[in-house]
């Protein structure tokens, strides 16, 4: 079983950075791959970024390519999302997820953070 905590969400200017964490309980969480989704109003949830385990393998999605980094600290069991250059159609609540397969549907889900960016 894994619990996680989104925080870090806030309200920033258009071209500002925001840092997301994913804090999670559990020692087996670096075993975990995990993404970050988003949700905006009526908007469908939307993939974000992921990463894999050893965090040797990210993905993201193409809107947030070159902008957004995801990175993990497996030793503090917790997976970061950097946020640069951010801009209004980003504005959304923000959850990370965990799973333990490399593939297919999250298991655990943390339970949002929102991000308003103002234009």
């Known amino acids: 079983q894994v619990q996680l905590e989104d925080s870090g969400g806030g309200l920033v200017q258009a071209g500002g950075s925001l840092r997301l964490s994913c804090a999670a309980s559990?020692?087996?969480?670096?075993?975990?791959?995990v993404g970050w989704f988003r949700h905006a109003p009526g908007k469908q949830r939307e993939f974000v970024a992921s990463?894999?385990?050893?965090?040797?393998?990210?993905g993201y999605a193409d809107s947030v390519k070159g902008r957004f980094t995801i990175s993990r600290e497996n030793a503090k069991n917790t997976v970061y999302l950097q946020m640069n250059s951010l801009k209004p159609e980003d504005t959304a609540v923000y959850y990370c997820?965990?799973?333990?397969?490399?593939?297919?549907?999250?298991?655990?889900w943390g339970q949002g953070t929102q991000v308003t960016v103002s234009s």
């Open positions: 559990g020692r087996t969480f670096s075993s975990y791959r």
């Open positions: 997820a965990a799973a333990i397969n490399s593939y297919g549907k999250y298991d655990y």
């Open positions: 990463i894999l385990p050893s965090g040797s393998l990210t």
